[in-house]
């Protein structure tokens, strides 16, 4: 039989494969396989887990936005409907501040009027005693004068007594 190098390579890898068998190397690379294995499954729980915590995340943002979106669709009502009644209330206050206007120019109007008439009769009354005074001067002279004059201090004695 002769021995080529096909069989002293195969002897040679048999020798290597007992070497390591026999050191242990097999249990080695199984210890490593199944640690990159055990790190490769917690790697995959860590990965579940924070999907699980992201997607919870998630409609947790959904929820607070759609709470978002409401409040402040309720802010914008609520809003409107204080510009509403200030809008009225605006009106009312104009309305009566131009009754109280009016009413003040009425008044002052009327006050006006009163006064102008009162002048009128003023100037009326001393015109009238103006003349009365010419008409008088004119019928008084003479004796028929000293008579009423004579006659009313004599009505004036009987008021008083």
Excluded: P
Excluded at 15 to 28: D, E, Q
Excluded at 87 to 109: N, P, S, W
């Amino acid at each position: 039989m002769a021995f080529d190098a096909e069989f002293f390579v195969l002897l040679g890898f048999l020798v290597f494969v007992g070497v390591l068998i026999y050191v242990g190397a097999h249990r080695t690379v199984l210890k490593a396989l199944d640690a990159r294995g055990e790190a490769i499954a917690a790697e995959l729980a860590q990965a579940a887990k924070l999907r699980d915590e992201a997607t919870a995340l998630l409609a947790s943002f959904e929820r607070k936005s759609a709470e978002a979106e409401a409040s402040a669709a309720a802010i914008v009502a609520e809003a409107r409907a204080q510009a509403e009644q200030l809008g009225v209330e605006a009106g009312e206050r104009l309305k009566e501040f131009v009754a109280r206007r009016t009413k003040q120019a009425e008044a002052k109007i009327a006050l006006a009027e009163a006064q102008a008439a009162a002048e009128v009769r003023a100037a009326a009354a001393e015109h009238a005693a103006r003349a009365a005074e010419i008409v008088l001067a004119d019928q008084m002279k003479g004796s028929a004068g000293v008579d009423l004059v004579t006659r009313e201090i004599g009505q004036i004695k009987g008021r008083l007594s």
